[in-house]
């Protein structure tokens, strides 16, 4: 913890540590509800907005991908100079528009600008999230608020397309983006009424291009940081690819649309058990003993899995069980990855946040649409999508680790 953090069980005075971490969680939960919620509504938005094509549905999701993750590369260069509080709450705003514009778009290409301007705001409260985080924490303390976090925050996937299918049930599609609005609204009035400042002044950086490039400088040269966030990056690229092709898999090639909410919270549920069980380890392991061996787990999973669909032995069953595996050792990996990726740079913490997630939400936004435009009415793309990632992730842990597995690189 640094030296100015209060103590873990009151962060700051009026804000208890359940609460920050609730916070941290719902800040964190304004993505995932943008992400997920609307999944099962894409063929009635589809419809409604002329996209022909089936695989062009997966743009309402990468469009927004995209602007989350471009506008991250900002956010850490201004929160680093006027402050999280500030910054976090523009964003917060430009949120609520995107999802006001999307609320009412009546064309495919005023779509695919609210969700940009949707996901620019977003951008904020990851970027944002993190900072905070790691002003208030450091080490494996960092971790495990980032694993609780990750339970409140996992659980969006799991209730966010049931949340969808609810809405389409009794309401226009129109009505998800609203509530999305709504949510945005909610989460910055308590943020306006309950979290003070984070960064301490003597940290704040003036924007100027020497101390810019200097912090841009030492994220991309710090060699655990690198390797560590290109492994986040390709990890996050095989879940974007399920998320693309979710809705069209489920559909048409399980003829199982009826269960896909079912399913798809099972499969999320998986990730939400193993981010509270790295909570609960993490501390005593240590966050690379817990995610190398996820890796290898997930790894191995996808390597069984791949066999059985290269065989035609693929069911509804088969995939579930399977991506439920998988996702577990996602779950393991995620925030560990992120907390070694930020560790080194506590003192340039709002820059690393910013490139780390552009860099892996952009990165693993393309990757997954990649992995999405490969649908071919078959599980097939996806399952070898994810193995392909699960190897790269491992060779951007070897290279952050000097080629050591479950241990610090040599000389630290």
């Given at each position: 913890?640094?030296?100015?953090?209060?103590?873990?069980?009151?962060?700051?005075?009026?804000?208890?540590?359940?609460?920050?971490?609730?916070?941290?969680?719902?800040?964190?939960?304004?993505?995932?509800?943008?992400?997920?919620?609307?999944?099962?509504?894409?063929?009635?938005?589809?419809?409604?907005?002329?996209?022909?094509?089936?695989?062009?549905?997966?743009?309402?999701?990468?469009?927004?991908?995209?602007?989350?993750?471009?506008?991250?590369?900002?956010?850490?260069?201004?929160?680093?100079?006027?402050?999280?509080?500030?910054?976090?709450?523009?964003?917060?705003?430009?949120?609520?528009?995107?999802?006001?514009?999307?609320?009412?778009?009546?064309?495919?290409?005023?779509?695919?600008?609210?969700?940009?301007?949707?996901?620019?705001?977003?951008?904020?409260?990851?970027?944002?999230?993190?900072?905070?985080?790691?002003?208030?924490?450091?080490?494996?303390?960092?971790?495990?608020?980032?694993?609780?976090?990750?339970?409140?925050?996992?659980?969006?996937?799991?209730?966010?397309?049931?949340?969808?299918?609810?809405?389409?049930?009794?309401?226009?599609?129109?009505?998800?983006?609203?509530?999305?609005?709504?949510?945005?609204?909610?989460?910055?009035?308590?943020?306006?009424?309950?979290?003070?400042?984070?960064?301490?002044?003597?940290d704040r950086t003036p924007i100027a291009i020497g101390p810019i490039l200097n912090a841009f400088r030492i994220c991309l040269t710090t060699r655990q940081s690198v390797g560590y966030m290109l492994a986040m990056t390709?990890?996050?690229?095989?879940?974007?690819?399920?998320?693309?092709?979710?809705?069209?898999?489920?559909?048409?090639?399980?003829?199982?649309?009826?269960?896909?909410?079912?399913?798809?919270?099972?499969?999320?549920?998986?990730?939400?058990?193993?981010?509270?069980?790295?909570?609960?380890?993490?501390?005593?392991?240590?966050?690379?003993?817990?995610?190398?061996?996820?890796?290898?787990?997930?790894?191995?999973?996808?390597?069984?899995?791949?066999?059985?669909?290269?065989?035609?032995?693929?069911t509804l069953w088969t995939f579930t069980l399977f991506q439920c595996v998988t996702m577990f050792f996602f779950g393991l990996m995620a925030s560990n990855f992120g907390a070694l990726a930020m560790d080194p740079l506590?003192?340039?913490?709002?820059?690393?946040?910013?490139?780390?997630?552009?860099?892996?939400?952009?990165?693993?936004?393309?990757?997954?649409?990649?992995?999405?435009?490969?649908?071919?009415?078959?599980?097939?793309?996806?399952?070898?999508?994810?193995?392909?990632?699960?190897?790269?992730?491992?060779?951007?842990?070897?290279?952050?680790?000097?080629?050591?597995?479950?241990?610090?690189?040599?000389?630290?």
């Open positions: 913890m640094t030296a100015m953090s209060p103590p873990a069980t009151t962060p700051y005075p009026g804000l208890g540590f359940r609460q920050f971490v609730a916070m941290i969680a719902a800040l964190m939960a304004t993505n995932a509800l943008a992400i997920d919620s609307m999944l099962p509504a894409l063929p009635e938005i589809g419809e409604t907005l002329g996209i022909v094509s089936p695989n062009d549905r997966q743009w309402v999701v990468t469009s927004y991908l995209l602007g989350f993750g471009a506008a991250q590369i900002i956010y850490g260069t201004l929160a680093d100079r006027f402050g999280r509080r500030r910054v976090l709450l523009i964003g917060l705003a430009i949120y609520v528009l995107g999802s006001l514009g999307a609320t009412f778009a009546t064309s495919f290409e005023a779509m695919m600008t609210a969700r940009v301007v949707q996901g620019i705001g977003a951008a904020a409260s990851r970027v944002l999230a993190v900072s905070i985080v790691r002003d208030t924490f450091s080490g494996r303390q960092m971790a495990r608020v980032m694993s609780l976090a990750f339970i409140v925050f996992l659980a969006v996937p799991i209730l966010a397309p049931s949340i969808g299918q609810v809405i389409i049930l009794v309401a226009p599609w129109r009505w998800i983006f609203a509530l999305l609005g709504l949510f945005g609204v909610v989460v910055a009035l308590w943020v306006a009424r309950k979290l003070p400042e984070t960064l301490h002044p003597d390709f990890v996050i690229g095989s879940l974007f690819g399920f998320i693309n092709a979710s809705q069209q898999l489920f559909e048409d090639v399980f003829r199982a649309s009826d269960i896909f909410t079912i399913v798809f919270a099972v499969i999320a549920g998986f990730m939400a058990i193993a981010s509270f069980l790295n909570s609960r380890i993490v501390e005593r392991f240590g966050m690379r003993r817990v995610s190398h061996t996820a890796l290898i787990g997930y790894l191995a999973a996808t390597l069984i899995h791949g066999s059985v669909a290269l065989a035609g032995y693929e506590g003192h340039v913490a709002g820059t690393a946040s910013s490139v780390q997630g552009f860099v892996s939400t952009v990165g693993g936004a393309l990757i997954g649409f990649w992995i999405g435009q490969h649908f071919n009415g078959t599980a097939l793309p996806i399952v070898l999508g994810f193995g392909a990632c699960g190897l790269g992730a491992l060779a951007m842990v070897l290279l952050a680790e000097k080629g050591r597995l479950f241990r610090p690189q040599t000389g630290r």
